[in-house]
């Protein structure tokens, strides 16, 4: 009895078991917390993993009052344990038991940051020590779930690198610590789009050989989808900043030609890359200019029998015209003997070239910024002296001179050629030739004529510039045009072979049948030079000189089409709205540019040719001007313009008569021209055809046409002699004596001759 009492008392001063056990794991750390136990000298805190067999004890607290015990584990591994109080009498029960697993703590500081040169996005973290590693999530934009993209079996390692982008996605990424159990908490997600970046090496340089050119390089940039190219004028008062030029869609192009700059024009470009969420910053602005580059391909050839060479060269884009250089003879100095002023000339006959004399030719481009561009690479020449007549009946040769038509608008009285050419069935022009010549070439006209009255015969050129009048016999048929046609074809023939055989080098011709008999000046020249140059294919020696055709003009069945389609995104068709654009200061305006098309009136072109070449001999300078026309009447006046020209008797009113313009018997046309256009422009500053340099003031002289597409608008770009300008008035029917336009002086020129504008472009718009 005395034993049992003596236990009980002895469990009493047992201390209680402690109670609320509960564990923290977190780490490599562990932190029990308990409630307190009274009478407690120290606790006794007990783990071992799942499985083992083993108990030990983590640590032990030596005061009574202690409530909290903490220790290292292995992070990953799961654990359970239990606490003992103990006191001086014993220990107590053991506490139920709990069971952790500390896990690794999430990466901090983790950021995502975009490489500023090329697709990749560096991740960096803070190390998580007791981790064994790391892994790294990803979602897109396209993608609802995370997936792995890259593990790592080090804490050591806290960054990593992710290549597999698309610029302009958008992304998510967060990192993910590993322990013994797997992954464990994540780190707080970043979201990042990665932007296509500038283009690096922006450059802009004149490329060698190639004028009117600017060459933009730089480097490509992977996952790119396009480049845009913008562009402004350096010292453009108006537009300050750069405006679109090109959008190229090939994401590995590194270089671009603009073909559309102006010579000695300093322009300020950038460059910026597009992704799939759109455009990039604007590279650094670079400057480039292009540059006249010297005439390729000059080659000179020798017309034997003749005192001329005839030269020709490669067309420089940008050129305005030419200046021809000859060294050689006496004096031997290099001198200029020509000036082309078109930029489709390129060719030239330097007709004062002397027998068995030396030459050495260089030809210089020229635009409006560049008197003066490089010369090209010199070409030597020698026309040899052809054996005269007597000498080749003796041996028993045939002559072989070659016959040069010059083939130029002038009074046949004013012509400094070998041999003008008189129709005898002309009174008029007959009697005006004679009486001009004087009194000893009337004559012996009389005289030969009394002897052959249908013979075709060479008198001198008397007090005439010319050294021979050609008299030829002709009588125009009364029947169809096709017969006068042949007629007129016959009378050519005749004259050609009747100048050849007295050696006539360059001959000049009226336009026959175009006074009195009223034919169709048109239909007269096309048969004269379509003539000549059957003549001269039947003779290779002959030679025929006139104003070039554009290089870019098309051809339908040997005849120039009238109206051909101009891509709106070619270099010529930017080319062409370059100025539109910039002077179309109201944006509102328009909305959208239909189609470009190029006129292409042999006719037209070439009497304006001839036309500019004259002003240029009269000015000494070049004054022609790209200018506007804004067409009111809508299709049915833009054919009108294109087949016939314009017609400045129709100038301020809204309809008027077809105007037909005959050019005077004694001048030596290429292709008069049918006059026809409508005009609601108002005479403000004259009785004549008006443009203006700025499109957005043609404009304002447009209608909508009634064609089936509603809404289109017609505006002419034209190329117009200005010549001397002074200001107009409403009274002004004719230009004031010594000037060629009038205007009010800025913007808007009048003209009074229609052969000094031809309408070169037309701009269909909405």
Not at 39 to 52: C, I, K, L, M, N
Not at 387 to 394: D, H, L, V
Not at 685 to 706: C, I, P, Q, W
Not at 725 to 741: F, I, K, L, R
Request: charge should be neutral.
């Amino acid at each position: 009895m005395e034993a049992s009492v003596g236990f009980v008392a002895w469990r009493y001063l047992l201390p209680s078991t402690p109670q609320g056990l509960h564990g923290t794991w977190k780490g490599d750390r562990a932190i029990l917390t308990w409630q307190t136990v009274d009478a407690v000298d120290e606790y006794e805190v007990f783990y071992r993993r799942p499985g083992s067999h083993d108990t030990a004890p983590w640590c032990s607290k030596s005061s009574g009052k202690s409530v909290m015990a903490e220790f290292d584990v292995h992070t990953g591994l799961p654990y359970e344990a239990y606490v003992v109080a103990k006191n001086w009498f014993g220990s107590s029960d053991r506490s139920s038991k709990i069971n952790g697993c500390a896990r690794a703590p999430a990466p901090t500081q983790f950021t995502v940051v975009c490489d500023p040169t090329k697709p990749l996005l560096s991740l960096k973290w803070n190390q998580v020590s007791c981790s064994v590693g790391y892994v790294i999530k990803r979602k897109s934009a396209m993608e609802s779930d995370f997936h792995i993209i890259t593990t790592i079996d080090s804490s050591y390692i806290t960054q990593s690198q992710d290549t597999n982008i698309i610029y302009g996605m958008s992304y998510t990424y967060m990192a993910i610590s590993l322990d013994r159990s797997g992954e464990s908490d994540s780190s707080l997600s970043v979201v990042v789009c990665p932007r296509v970046p500038v283009p690096n090496h922006f450059a802009a340089s004149t490329p060698k050989g190639l004028s009117a050119t600017v060459l933009l390089n730089w480097q490509a940039v992977p996952n790119s989808i396009a480049y845009h190219i913008y562009r402004r004028r350096a010292e453009d008062p108006i537009y300050q900043n750069p405006i679109l030029l090109m959008t190229l869609r090939n994401p590995n192009a590194n270089s671009y030609l603009d073909q559309t700059v102006i010579n000695n024009v300093k322009y300020i470009y950038t460059i910026a890359s597009e992704d799939s969420a759109g455009v990039s910053l604007q590279s650094t602005a670079v400057v480039g200019m292009g540059a006249l580059i010297a005439p390729n391909n000059l080659s000179a050839e020798p017309v034997h029998g003749n005192n001329c060479i005839i030269l020709s060269w490669t067309e420089v884009a940008g050129a305005l015209g030419y200046r021809i250089w000859r060294s050689g003879g006496q004096p031997s100095t290099e001198k200029e003997i020509g000036l082309l002023s078109h930029e489709y000339n390129t060719k030239y006959v330097d007709r004062e070239a002397k027998h068995e004399t030396a030459y050495n030719y260089t030809v210089q481009a020229f635009d409006k910024n560049t008197k003066y561009g490089p010369k090209s690479n010199g070409v030597k020449a020698i026309v040899s002296k052809i054996m005269p007549p007597s000498e080749r009946q003796k041996t028993g040769q045939k002559a072989t001179v070659p016959v040069m038509v010059d083939v130029r608008f002038g009074d046949l009285i004013t012509e400094n050629v070998d041999a003008i050419i008189v129709c005898l069935s002309s009174d008029e022009l007959k009697n005006k030739i004679l009486n001009a010549a004087g009194h000893s070439v009337s004559l012996i006209f009389a005289s030969v004529h009394q002897r052959d009255i249908n013979g075709c015969f060479k008198a001198s050129g008397g007090l005439l510039p010319c050294k021979n009048i050609i008299f030829v016999p002709w009588k125009a048929p009364a029947e169809s045009l096709d017969i006068s046609e042949q007629s007129i074809r016959t009378f050519i023939i005749i004259a050609l072979q009747c100048a050849q055989q007295h050696e006539c080098q360059t001959v000049a011709f009226p336009a026959v049948g175009c006074g009195g008999l009223g034919y169709d000046v048109h239909t007269v020249a096309k048969a004269m030079v379509s003539e000549a140059y059957k003549q001269k294919k039947s003779n290779s020696q002959t030679s025929i000189e006139d104003s070039t055709i554009p290089s870019t003009w098309e051809k339908t069945s040997d005849t120039y089409n009238l109206r051909v389609n101009v891509p709106v995104n070619s270099s010529e068709g930017q080319a062409v709205l370059l100025d539109f654009h910039r002077t179309m200061t109201n944006y509102d305006s328009y909305s959208r540019i239909i189609r470009i098309e190029r006129v292409q009136n042999e006719r037209w072109f070439l009497q304006y040719q001839i036309h500019k070449s004259e002003f240029h001999r009269r000015l000494q300078q070049d004054t022609e001007q790209r200018l506007f026309h804004g067409c009111a009447g809508g299709e049915s006046a833009v054919k009108s313009i294109v087949e016939y020209g314009f017609n400045r008797s129709l100038a301020g009113t809204k309809h008027g008569k077809y105007a037909l313009l005959f050019i005077e018997f004694i001048f030596i046309p290429i292709f008069p021209y049918l006059l026809e256009c409508f005009f609601q422009i108002g005479t403000a500053y004259g009785l004549g055809v008006y443009f203006s340099s700025k499109a957005s003031e043609s404009h304002n002289y447009t209608k909508l046409s009634n064609s089936i597409s509603m809404g289109e608008r017609y505006m002419f770009v034209c190329k117009v002699l200005v010549g001397k300008t002074t200001q107009g008035n409403a009274s002004m029917s004719t230009c004031p004596a010594g000037y060629d336009s009038t205007g009010n002086g800025s913007t808007i020129y009048v003209i009074y001759h229609d052969v000094q504008v031809y309408a070169e472009y037309l701009i269909i718009y909405q």
